[in-house]
């Protein structure tokens, strides 16, 4: 039940219009423009289907994100755990029933655009768990119970985005899970332990692992092996990035990317071809805009009352970094190829619907910063 001598919001429609925030919307709009201009750009300079319907998801999109930001954290707090099972129902269903592309079953046909359940579940994840920290007593954090409930919430759909399989996307669930468990005060000693196992248990668990997920993993450490095969991706997008240089080649001018030596250009690689084109200081803007990005977040889970608004804001500017950090380090050749899209700048429905949801409890939490939930 919640506190009814707490805030209450009786704000009109016009001071929540006024309450959003303003430098972040401009800085998703910016990326969303820039990502448009190179959507363009990797259907070589026409306005075919991958930038038309880009743009369009973007708009619409972006339009949702504003309409659900009024929606009381209240509402964001109280579905937290069926948003979560609703996700992981998705999930079985696309293990089972789902639409196979490249070898995978991961994506859920709904006639106008494909559902890609697990990319939702790395927002769902975050939602579910902040809302179980949100009453748990600091000294209670360790217990038994609360390391077992929230490890077996975050394992379930590992297990099943590892079966489709999509090892990526299993790896960045897993770590925007561990960022909740982390800011929630789980001690330290568990997360050493885990990585002792985890460094222990690799040879085994890579005995597992699909041919081409050994075949990435080997390429990372020599790409010059198979430069025409497993290493030809990494290899190219090296060069892409190195021939940009200080101030890039152009718009539209990439040779990379123009002449198709670059596979995937628009959708894990899109960095690639925006760093060739406008070099290491159109990468530092990008940089830039992101970093503001993730700064405009974690204010406003500082100013925010409610715990669950506070670990929500952390824990998903934390999983914006890991997003861009292990997209940008995978093109440079610095992580193997995992296929982790960059946030709005990637082409893919369903990794910029969840991000628009996480922006919209976001926005939420700035609209309704002295809302308390008890």
């Known amino acids: 039940m919640y506190n009814q001598a707490s805030y209450s919001d009786n704000s009109t429609f016009f001071q929540k219009v006024k309450s ?33 319907s880009h743009i369009i998801r973007f708009i619409i999109f ?13 509402f964001w707090h109280s579905v937290g755990y069926l948003f979560y099972i609703l996700i992981l129902g998705l999930l079985l269903f696309a293990s089972f029933y789902g639409v196979t592309a490249s070898g995978s079953q991961r994506w859920i046909s709904l006639y106008f655009i494909n559902i890609q359940p697990s990319e939702l579940m790395k927002i769902a994840i975050i939602i579910c768990l902040a809302k179980y920290y949100h009453r748990s007593q600091i000294n209670n954090i360790n217990t038994f119970r609360n390391l077992l409930i929230p490890i077996t919430i975050l ?9 489709q399989p999509d090892l990526g996307t299993s790896i960045l669930i897993g770590l925007s899970g561990l960022v909740v468990l982390w800011l929630a005060g789980i001690n330290i000693k568990y997360f050493i332990y885990s990585s002792l196992v985890l460094i222990i248990s690799m040879p085994f668990v890579i005995s597992f692992l699909q041919p081409y997920q050994k075949a990435r993993i080997l390429t990372f450490f020599d790409p010059d092996k198979d430069p025409l095969g497993a290493g030809y991706q990494i290899i190219q997008s090296k060069i892409a990035v190195g021939s940009g240089g200080l101030y890039g080649k152009g718009y539209l001018k990439g040779t990379q990317s123009y002449l198709e030596f670059l596979p995937e250009k628009h959708t894990d690689f899109i960095f690639t071809l925006f760093s060739e084109e406008y070099g290491f200081l159109g990468s530092m803007f990008l940089l830039l805009v992101y970093a503001i990005i993730i700064f405009r977040i974690l ?4 100013i925010s009352r409610s715990f669950f608004a506070k670990i929500f804001c952390f824990s998903f500017a934390s ?5 861009i950090s292990v997209n940008m380090s995978m093109v440079l050749g610095l992580v193997p190829i995992v296929g ?9 429905g369903s990794s910029m619907l969840a991000t628009m949801i996480g922006f919209s409890v976001v926005m939420s939490s700035k609209i309704h910063r002295r809302q308390l939930i008890s």
């Not at 990797?42 to 038309?52: A, C």
């Not at 999983?319 to 997003?323: D, G, K, R, S, W």
């Open 340 to 348: 982790s899209p960059l946030p709005i700048m990637s082409y893919g």
């Open 62 to 74: 972006f339009v949702m994100m504003i309409f659900l930001s009024f929606l009381n954290i209240r």
């Open 20 to 52: 959003l925030d303003y430098s972040l919307l401009i800085c998703i709009l910016l990326i969303g423009v820039i990502s448009s201009f190179s959507m363009y750009s990797t259907d070589g300079g026409e306005l075919l289907y991958h930038t038309k």
């Open 319 to 323: 999983a914006i970094f890991i997003y």
């Open 155 to 163: 394992i379930l759909p590992i297990l099943l985005v590892i079966s």
């Open 299 to 302: 204010r406003i889970g500082a």
